[in-house]
């Protein structure tokens, strides 16, 4: 089946540490999306990818990273920059053209210890 | 102000009872308009889709867009528990946007036995 897999589920970080989560798809979808999500915000979109090797900064960009060097695979780097990172990270997919809707992966929850 | 406005809630209504979710939108170059449901700790799921003011149907659900005063809706009919879930609003301008959402805080919803 297609989709989108997000993986590590929970991942703990502790003070001053890097972290990567990881976005993969199957569904030969040319934009991918990071999106971070915390109670009562609604989905604030980190960065976003509309082809191989290209990427954008969205509204809240400071203190992540990301690279697309293949298709299938967005991955996101938390890194120690990022001062309030705890929150559930969802990966996002989808094809050509402004009217498609996204298929989003099952998340990851980030804490920091 | 958000692009995108969206009561949090919560609401909690009894099982059958008629929800009504809304959305407000301040852009007008926004065309397309989208419910996604989202279980809890899960990623955000398309329900319906809509281009054009007016009302589109199915089965329990009947989306509803009003761009003459940028509002959109979503209607439950015979709500269920398993309708239970946190219901986001999506729109997209289109053209050189490629597809990126801007979403609305969510609504969490609860639907009593």
């Known amino acids: 089946d297609g989709g989108i897999t997000q993986s590590p589920k929970y991942l703990f970080r502790k003070e001053g540490q890097n972290v990567t989560l990881s976005c993969e798809q199957n569904?030969?979808?040319?934009?991918m999306y990071w999106y971070r999500q915390d109670p009562g915000q609604g989905l604030r979109l980190i960065y976003y990818?509309?082809?191989?090797?290209?990427?954008q900064k969205g509204d809240i960009a400071e203190g992540y990273s990301v690279s697309r060097e293949k298709k299938e695979s967005f991955p996101l780097t938390v890194t120690s920059a990022q001062k309030n990172p705890t929150a559930f990270y969802l990966c996002a997919s989808s094809p050509p053209g402004a009217r498609n809707g996204y298929t989003f992966g099952s998340g990851t929850r980030l804490t920091v210890v | 102000q958000k692009e995108v406005e969206q009561d949090p809630g919560p609401l909690s209504v009894p099982e059958g009872a008629i929800v009504s979710l809304n959305c407000t939108y301040s852009n007008s170059a926004f065309q397309y308009f989208m419910w996604y449901r989202q279980y809890s700790r899960k990623g955000p799921e398309l329900l319906m889709y809509?281009?054009?003011?007016g009302n589109k149907e199915d089965g329990r659900f009947t989306a509803q867009v009003d761009k003459s005063s940028k509002y959109i809706s979503l209607f439950i009919r015979d709500s269920q528990p398993s309708d239970s879930a946190t219901y986001l609003c999506a729109t997209n301008a289109g053209g050189t946007s490629y597809g990126k959402l801007t979403f609305g805080q969510g609504t969490i919803l609860t639907v009593h036995p």
């Open positions: 990818s509309q082809i191989v090797n290209d990427f």
């Open positions: 809509t281009y054009s003011s």
């Open positions: 569904l030969n979808h040319d934009a």
